[in-house]
């Protein structure tokens, strides 16, 4: 092959490698991490007690306006409220003041309540609430 023919193909792939990589981006809300199945993840480690595991989801401002055990204290909380964790019934995302956002929402004894979390920029949790599904 001759040089420009060389440089045509490089060029080529180039530009597919790229395309690929605003793919991911665009359609994942960040570099190759699935929110959705992120913000399921961090409720099943709620679930499971994996709070230190979940609390590494955080950012620095959350970890530094709550604790692993305040963290553990809100989910016992909710489950005092609402009964036993039966488990995720679905899931929406939505893009809200800057922030990516994930409703999971989650089946217990006594209701249905939305998990909001929030993500910032690099996928680490910027927020969390718990309401009544709606």
């Not at 609390?55 to 489950?79: D, H, R, S």
């Not at 989650?106 to 910027?126: H, P, Q």
Request: zero cysteines; glycine letters at 12%; charged letters at 20%.
């Amino acid at each position: 092959m001759e040089k420009g023919k060389i440089w045509v193909v490089v060029v080529i792939v180039a530009v597919i490698i790229i395309a690929s990589a605003v793919y991911v981006f665009y359609f994942t809300g960040s570099w190759g991490v699935d929110l959705e199945t992120r913000a399921r993840d961090f409720v099943v480690l709620l679930k499971e007690g994996r709070f230190n595991e979940a609390y590494g989801l955080f950012n620095e401002q959350m970890a530094a306006a709550i604790t692993v055990g305040q963290l553990e204290a809100i989910w016992n909380g909710v489950i005092g409220e609402v009964g036993a964790y039966k488990g995720i019934t679905g899931t929406r995302a939505a893009t809200e003041a800057g922030y990516e956002v994930v409703y999971v929402t989650t089946e217990f004894e006594r209701a249905s309540l939305d998990v909001k979390v929030v993500f910032d920029g690099a996928s680490k949790i910027a927020g969390l609430w718990f309401f009544p599904k709606g």
